[in-house]
């Protein structure tokens, strides 16, 4: 059964910083890896897809890469900001039947 | 384009009550996720649905919890009765996957569950 761990559970930096958001998975034979954000009382956003084959994928100030052989995949945000405030989940597709199992999330908060 | 659709947002009920939750996925997703998620953690899934076929329910309490997707489209959630543990967000999910093709998921707003 894949099992996903996100570490930190929470994190609180100064704007303008530099951030890491780690993801380990148990089993590593994934078909993707999604890193999503969730904003209190709304649903998840996609942020970035990465498919087996891809080591990274790259949107504005987010870069994710992955590392399958090691279970790990980490989301960076550079120039963080206080809009980035919010919970990032991230979630591997796995099994015969692709289901997308989360882990509990990253609460980040940025502060002016 | 439109995205995906639930209903209600927010829903209090007494337990061993029952409720149901409906969701309009992206128009020409083929499959659409149920999960739900308790406070401060991540979101667990329920079911998986490919067109109105079920491809895992394995995690369905299925004593209390239904849910069908009748021609391909929309979706409900049942649970009849509700207990106090079931108090969660609701979240519908769908993707364009076909089996071998990764796609993004796309998530309704969730309905809040509130069991007393």
């Known amino acids: 059964k894949q099992e996903v761990t996100q570490i930190p559970a929470a994190l609180s930096v100064p704007e303008g910083e530099n951030l890491v958001l780690n993801c380990s998975f148990t089993?590593?034979?994934?078909?993707?890896l999604q890193w999503f954000r969730q904003d209190p009382g709304k649903g998840l956003t996609s942020l970035l897809l990465i498919q087996s084959s891809q080591r990274e994928q790259t949107s504005g100030r987010l870069n994710a890469s992955l590392d399958k052989s090691s279970g790990r995949s980490t989301l960076y945000i550079a120039a963080s900001q206080p809009g980035d405030s919010a919970t990032y989940l991230c979630a591997v597709e796995s099994g015969g039947s692709y289901i997308p199992t989360f882990g509990r999330g990253t609460s980040l908060i940025v502060h002016p | 384009e439109a995205g995906v659709a639930q209903s209600p947002r927010y829903k209090i009920i007494e337990k061993r009550q029952s409720v149901a939750f409906w969701c309009n996925p992206i128009?020409?997703?083929?499959?659409l996720y149920w999960y739900q998620q308790i406070l401060g953690q991540g979101p667990k899934l329920l079911i998986q649905f490919q067109n109105n076929g079920v491809v895992d329910d394995s995690q369905l309490p299925k004593d209390r919890f239904s849910a069908e997707r009748l021609k391909g489209v929309d979706s409900t959630l049942k649970i009849q009765p509700a207990k106090l543990e079931d108090s969660a967000v609701y979240l519908c999910?769908?993707?364009?996957?076909?089996?071998?093709?990764?796609?993004?998921?796309?998530f309704g707003s969730g309905t809040q569950l509130s069991v007393l």
């Open positions: 128009s020409g997703h083929a499959t």
């Open positions: 999910a769908s993707s364009a996957l076909a089996r071998g093709i990764t796609e993004k998921l796309f």
């Open positions: 089993d590593s034979a994934i078909y993707n």
